[in-house]
């Protein structure tokens, strides 16, 4: 009877593919023209082709933070953007990096991650350690001295703690008590994230819903290879807790 009285929601709201995600039925995303989709329909660790079928994920609402979603909302309902190549989520993806409860990068304001992003310095997390200070200066409005501050920001990042870059990675679900119990029980972030639910669930705290998150995440290869040039470029994924 629930699921019945749910596909009627969904046809009176919305468009429904066959797993039963809910797209907008003319709305888009005003940055990448994607379909928006109902709160908590698809996964937010996936990097859904508009719209994505086939999607299997757990519930995004509870615990999500909002710098995963950019949308709009209709008659009380919130749709979001699903595409994690909008340009509003990479610069959200690199704010959240930036900010104080993930690896506290001084000057990686909302301003400056909008300039880096938008003359395609910065296109994910990983490329910020790949900046140049004479690049960084050359952005309207930042002097050098700004510039060597942010870039001694960044390369200090490096020293962060594991747990610190395991909540700025935007992982769905994944905040700082997740995060400081899976850096307690596995050696490390590379570690935590190549395991499957059964064993991240052993993690103090950690329930089905946060593992089944961190495993989709992982499971994108793209994410993958980020987790890899991270480590290639420095930054700390060990874990001393």
Same mark, same amino acid.
């Given at each position: ?9 969904? +046809?009176?709201?919305?468009? #429904? ?7 907008? =039925?003319?709305?888009?995303? &005003? ?9 908590? %329909? ?10 994505? #079928?086939? %999607?299997?994920?757990?519930?995004? @609402? =509870?615990?999500?933070? =909002?710098?995963?979603?950019? $949308? ?9 953007? =699903?595409?994690?190549?909008? &340009? /509003? ?11 104080? !409860?993930?690896?506290?990068?001084? $000057? $990686? ?5 909008? #300039? +880096? ?24 409005? *930042? ?12 390369? /200090? ?9 395991? *909540?700025?990675? %935007?992982? &769905? ?7 400081? %119990? ?10 935590? +994230? /190549?395991? !499957? ?9 950690? @329930? ?11 499971? !994108? @290869? ?10 290639? /470029?420095?930054?700390?994924?060990? @874990?001393?807790?």
């Amino acid at each position: 009877m629930l699921k019945f009285i749910g596909k009627l929601f969904a +046809l009176a709201f919305g468009q #429904q593919d066959r797993t039963g995600n809910v797209f907008h =039925p003319a709305g888009k995303c &005003p940055e990448c023209g994607s379909k928006l989709f109902k709160t908590g %329909s698809v996964g937010w660790g996936e990097r859904p082709r508009e719209p994505k #079928q086939g %999607s299997k994920n757990p519930d995004g @609402s =509870p615990g999500v933070s =909002p710098h995963q979603r950019t $949308g709009d909302k209709e008659e009380g309902s919130a749709w979001y953007c =699903p595409n994690l190549d909008c &340009p /509003a989520q990479i610069r959200a993806r690199i704010e959240h990096w930036c900010s104080r !409860d993930a690896m506290d990068i001084a $000057g $990686g304001d909302a301003a400056l991650v909008a #300039q +880096l992003v938008g003359h395609g310095l910065a296109r994910d997390v990983a490329e910020l350690y790949r900046l140049r200070i004479a690049e960084i200066a050359a952005l309207p409005g *930042i002097d050098k001295n700004s510039a060597k501050n942010f870039f001694d920001a960044v390369a /200090a990042s490096k020293k962060r703690e594991a747990w610190r870059a395991l *909540i700025g990675l %935007s992982i &769905p679900q994944v905040g700082v008590e997740e995060a400081k %119990s899976l850096c307690r029980h596995f050696t490390d972030v590379d570690n935590a +994230l /190549a395991a !499957d639910v059964e064993r991240l669930m052993k993690a103090d705290g950690i @329930s089905e819903n946060v593992a089944r998150s961190v495993a989709q995440w992982h499971s !994108d @290869s793209v994410n993958g290879r980020l987790v890899k040039r991270l480590d290639k /470029a420095g930054v700390n994924l060990k @874990s001393e807790l």
